[in-house]
């Protein structure tokens, strides 16, 4: 995909739209894969939500 973008065969944002999708089918195959091991043991993990989305969110990797 970036091959493609970088010969100017793809719009950046054609080329970001393909990553998105291709990503998420590798994620779907190996959930796939992975749910057919039953000696695979899953934990849940609940995770807290620390920052809130507003305008006054400070940007990534800041901390208050």
Same mark, same amino acid.
């Given at each position: 995909?970036?091959?493609?973008? /970088? @010969?100017?065969? /793809?719009? =950046?944002?054609?080329?970001?739209? @393909?990553?998105?999708?291709? *990503?998420?089918?590798?994620?779907?195959? @190996?959930?796939?894969?992975?749910?057919?091991?039953?000696?695979? =043991?899953?934990? /849940? @993990?609940?995770?807290?939500? /620390?920052? *809130?989305?507003?305008?006054?969110?400070?940007?990534?990797? *800041?901390?208050?």
């Amino acid at each position: 995909y970036v091959a493609n973008y /970088l @010969q100017n065969k /793809l719009t =950046r944002e054609e080329m970001i739209k @393909q990553l998105e999708t291709a *990503s998420w089918h590798y994620a779907k195959r @190996q959930m796939t894969w992975w749910k057919r091991d039953k000696t695979i =043991r899953w934990i /849940l @993990q609940i995770t807290k939500c /620390l920052f *809130s989305l507003t305008p006054n969110t400070p940007p990534a990797g *800041s901390f208050y």
